[in-house]
């Protein structure tokens, strides 16, 4: 093997965390005896079907994810579970790799799970820090063949740090959505119930509110309580309040509690209601229509003698 060659494929891998595989040497024009060659002289390490690593390159989890990929034999990139915590998407951990592909050859990849999918294509895989990842929205969908409650937070995660929107997970689920796909049955009702959260407005959130007490039998609030200091200094106005209890209730809409502004001075009104000695209790549209009992026993608690 010339130093030339050598060069070439130092460069390649310089981006991917030490690691190239036969499909660069062969854009390259270096013939796979050249690899060989390079092996037996210690330049390169062969670190798995097709794919080698620098001899010397730091061994770190980001060159074992770009070895995983390097090594099948068709399109593929860290996706799941895996992708998710590259993307933010949980907090859980990366506890085993997994990778997608388009085509896989059977081969036994110690520590890897890989799931095979005919519908990756080119533009569902983004590089992030030099390795192939799944798009963070086809990501949030692949996550559905999991437990329902990782699904629901990174999709919150993800909405919420701005990585997709809602209407690109719908148009993706509408893309790849046939019947016996993995994870679109577990996400559909999930983006149904946060599209009706997204549209809902302060008056829908008060009606659905006042139909949960009344179902409930739970005792009526005051609507639009205004709180003041001991100077009768205005504090605040709720949106419903029990006021011998010290109890006030407010409803937190999408389109008006997300912003940087509104998020820090609703957390400043909170703590002034709390130091005057105040309880308060906040729900979502998604609270009221996912979890109402579990609302209605919060509130029966919360007013007990």
Partial sequence: MSKADYRQLAARASHRHGVFSRADARELQIPD?????????????????????????????????????ASMPALAAVSHQTAAEIWRLTRRGIRKMEIQTTRWDRVARPGVTVHESLDLMAGDVVL???????????????????????VEGAL??????????????????????????RGVGVIRPLIEVRKKWDTAT?????????QLVDASGLPE??????????????????????????????????????????????????????????TILRYTWWD????????????RAALAP
């Fill in 202 to 210: 302060e008056s829908a959130l008060e009606d659905a509110f006042r």
């Fill in 156 to 181: 919150e995660q993800g909405i919420r740090r701005g990585v997709f929107t809602l209407s690109e997970v719908e148009a993706f689920v509408t893309r790849v959505g046939r019947k016996g796909r």
């Fill in 33 to 69: 005896s050249t690899l060989s060659d390079g092996v037996a002289r210690g330049w390169f390490n062969q670190a798995g079907p097709r794919v080698y690593t620098i001899a010397g390159s730091p061994a770190t989890p980001q060159q074992e994810m770009s070895v995983a990929v």
């Fill in 128 to 150: 992030v820090d030099g390795i192939p990842v799944t798009s963070a929205v086809r990501t949030v969908v692949d996550l559905g063949a999991s437990n329902k409650w990782i």
């Fill in 221 to 278: 609030p005051v609507s639009q309580y205004v709180v003041r200091d001991s100077c009768d200094a205005f504090v605040c106005r709720a949106d419903f309040a029990y006021p011998e209890k010290r109890l006030l209730i407010e409803l937190d809409s999408e389109a008006h509690h997300l912003d940087r502004v509104t998020f820090r001075r609703d957390r400043s009104k909170q703590n002034s209601i709390i130091v005057l000695g105040w």
């Fill in 288 to 299: 009221l229509q996912d979890q109402p009992y579990r609302v209605a026993a919060e509130l």
